[in-house]
């Protein structure tokens, strides 16, 4: 009796992963062909009106961050200047500390405009 159990244990791993792999399911074709999309008319066309108005969504997008990193130049400029007038050993002015949350900020936004 515990013979049979100890040789039903050995034999249950190897059948399972055969069941598991080595034998299809039936109706179904175990190498499916690729899919393919079909194939539509103007599909292959760069002048689409999709495409061309996602490439000015990128184009206007490119524009907005060269603005933007402008901006974020002259304010951490800006930033620079007051700083080097102030004696910030003593205390931090409030306009200091506008300024840097106000950088902060625009380089969120452009970090995320240039994610996408």
């Not at 175990?30 to 103007?42: E, S, Y």
């Not at 009106?49 to 969504?57: D, Y």
């Amino acid at each position: 009796m515990h013979q049979t159990r100890r040789s039903l244990l050995r034999l249950l791993p190897a059948a399972l992963t055969l069941s598991a792999f080595g034998f299809p399911v039936p109706g179904q074709d175990p190498f499916p062909p690729a899919r393919q999309r079909p194939a539509r008319p103007g599909e292959d066309d760069s002048s689409s009106p999709e495409k061309a108005s996602s490439k000015t969504a990128l184009e206007e997008n490119q524009k907005n961050i060269k603005k933007n990193v402008e901006k974020l130049f002259d304010l951490a400029t800006q930033l620079k200047e007051q700083v080097e007038k102030t004696d910030s050993t003593t205390t931090l002015s409030l306009a200091l500390v506008k300024k840097a949350e106000e950088i902060e900020k625009l380089a969120r936004q452009i970090k995320e405009r240039a994610k996408g």
